[in-house]
Nanobody, 115 residues
Framework: QVQVVESGGGLVQAGGSLRLSCAASGSIFDINHMGWYRQAPGKQRELVALITSGGGTNYADSVKGRFTISRDNAKNTVHLQMNRLKPEDTAVYYC?????????WGRGTQVTVSS
């Protein structure tokens, strides 16, 4: 069994910063991608940022230049540094861990950006 736990969400004013963290634990053998997705009320879940085991990254156009994803392969953790936050970044942010055995999701952490 694999557990994925997010932390670091909260309420911040527009222009502020937050750092999200995610830790994967349990029966993990080979993690491929780790990533962050978000879902705003009434909208579909969307990719925010993805990082491969080799460090390659992919970002949604809406967050490029503001968000930075990083990971520690030894600790099975992934982080999302979010700067210059906007009200439209408000959503529940989910961590995703893709392994050879399957795809695992955390329960999400709320990020609210006030204008």
């Amino acid at each position: 069994q694999v557990q994925v736990v997010e932390s670091g969400g909260g309420l911040v004013q527009a222009g502020g910063s937050l750092r999200l963290s995610c830790a994967a634990s349990g029966s993990i053998f080979d993690i491929n991608h780790m990533g962050w997705y978000r879902q705003a009320p009434g909208k579909q879940r969307e990719l925010v940022a993805l990082i491969t085991s080799g460090g390659g990254t992919n970002y949604a156009d809406s967050v490029k230049g503001r968000f930075t994803i990083s990971r520690d392969n030894a600790k099975n953790t992934v982080h999302l540094q979010m700067n210059r936050l906007k009200p439209e970044d408000t959503a529940v942010y989910y961590c995703n861990t893709q392994t050879v055995a399957g795809n695992y999701w955390g329960r999400g952490t709320q990020v609210t950006v006030s204008s």
